[in-house]
């Protein structure tokens, strides 16, 4: 699958979980999905935890990530 098509799965919805990224439209987020990846979930267990995604939503996450890291980014500190 192409990179476009695998983004073409991350939606962005005001109304939906707060205008956080999230899979296809789903009240599932993209940070759910990589925070499930980095706690050292398999794929499967993720899969098998929200039944509505699909390996490709997995996919999608993680090339998502990337494509955000490809930003230059400035942090600023607050109080």
């Known amino acids: 699958m192409e990179r476009s098509d695998l983004l073409s799965r991350i939606t962005i919805d ?3 979980c707060n205008g956080r990224p999230t ?3 789903k009240r599932i987020t993209a940070q759910t999905v990589l ?3 980095s706690a ?3 794929r499967e ?3 098998r935890e929200y039944p509505s995604l699909e390996p490709e939503d997995i996919d999608a996450s993680i ?3 990337a494509w955000l890291m490809g930003h230059s980014y400035v942090v600023k500190m607050t109080a």
């Open 14 to 16: 005001p109304e939906v």
């Open 63 to 65: 090339a998502f990530a």
């Open 45 to 47: 267990e993720i899969l």
């Open 40 to 42: 050292g979930e398999s």
């Open 35 to 37: 925070e499930f990846l």
């Open 23 to 25: 899979m296809r439209g």
